[in-house]
């Protein structure tokens, strides 16, 4: 059986005072004695009192509560974002809502409308790969809730983001391999609509460029999963014999596509060098160990909701929105 929620009234009953002074006491008003307050507390604390969330939000026009959307909470980038997001926002005294995409448009417009739904105070969030139309993220806007996005931002929309030094990362993962003597190097690019998909694409051609080696259109596939990798084996199979490096967007992918080299036989890394991009756990025991950017999370969701709390709470005061950009550092492992 269901056990009853303790009110502020019930409390009063029991105790032979009025429900004012339990709210007072509970709230430590100069006006009740320190004799009252504890006998109020006591009780309190004995039942197992809580406040009613969903009353004081209504009285305050805040619910203290918080949404987050992203795209797969499996990935260890993300998991180690929402621990950033947490050990602030519980400090500040705001609950978080976690809602997944997981990389599905239609999905995504629900996470909005489900968070709207629950009054939260603002939201958090990166983008579906698969989302195109923006109509959804300006109906939050329109709806005055604070939004920041973070790692995939919507370029549409005039917010407050937090993002990787997504070129400088492409940058100086692509000089590693031209410095180590690479000239032929794919890149497993993600979706160009994304802006970290040209960020990283456009670093990689930096670094090419000031090695003077010009742009190759065939050394530029749209491949950022482990499935695109096999879906595309046939093609970088081929593609291997002319190629000695690769660097791909993100650890999983560059991970994979080792894996496939060497089951045809290729050495990583004398005969392919190979980078990543993120420093996801795996790629510290990958064989060979994995050169990767690292992409600091946890700093990133302590920085975006750092913002977004400042917006909420300041509510009448104008604020210019910003950008900020979390530094990234090569880590130089056995595959290069």
């Known amino acids: 059986m269901k056990s009853k929620l303790i009110s502020i009234n019930d409390i009063a009953t029991a105790l032979g005072i009025s429900p004012s002074t339990v709210s007072r006491a509970l709230k430590d008003h100069p006006d009740i004695s320190t004799e009252t307050k504890r006998i109020v507390k006591e009780y309190a604390e004995h039942v197992n009192y809580r406040p009613n969330a969903l009353a004081l939000s209504l009285k305050r026009q805040r619910s203290n509560t918080l949404g987050l959307i992203i795209p797969e909470i499996v990935h260890h980038f993300f998991s180690s974002v929402i621990s950033g997001i947490e050990e602030l926002a519980y400090a500040k005294g705001y ?139 046939e093609q970088i199979i081929r593609m291997a014999p002319e190629i000695d490096g690769i660097f791909a967007v993100n650890d999983f992918t560059a991970i994979a596509a080792m894996m496939l080299l060497q089951d045809q036989g290729f050495r990583i890394p004398e005969d392919i060098a190979i980078t990543g991009f993120g420093n996801d756990p795996i790629a510290s025991i990958a064989h060979p160990p994995l050169t990767t950017v690292e992409q600091r999370g946890f700093e990133m969701g302590r920085q975006a909701v750092e913002i977004l709390i400042r917006r909420i709470e300041n509510p009448a005061t104008y604020i210019d929105f910003q950008t900020r950009v979390i530094p990234i550092q090569l880590e130089k492992r056995s595959s290069s």
Request: proline share 2%; hydrophobic share 35%; glycine share 6%.
């Open 95 to 233: 609950r978080l809502i976690i809602c997944q995409s997981n990389e599905d448009y239609e999905r995504e417009v629900i996470n909005t409308q489900v968070l709207l739904d629950n009054r939260v105070d603002g939201i958090l969030i990166s983008m579906s790969k698969t989302t195109t139309n923006h109509g959804h993220f300006k109906d939050l806007i329109d709806s005055g809730i604070p939004m920041v996005f973070f790692d995939r931002v919507c370029e549409e929309v005039e917010t407050d983001r937090v993002v990787t030094a997504d070129f400088e990362g492409a940058l100086l993962a692509t000089s590693h391999l031209l410095e180590s003597g690479r000239k032929k190097i794919l890149h497993l690019a993600s979706p160009q609509h994304l802006l970290i998909g040209r960020l990283r694409l456009e670093g990689y051609l930096k670094a090419l460029s000031n090695y003077g080696i010009e742009k190759d259109p065939a050394y530029i596939l749209q491949c950022d999963t482990r499935t695109e990798v096999y879906d595309l084996k």
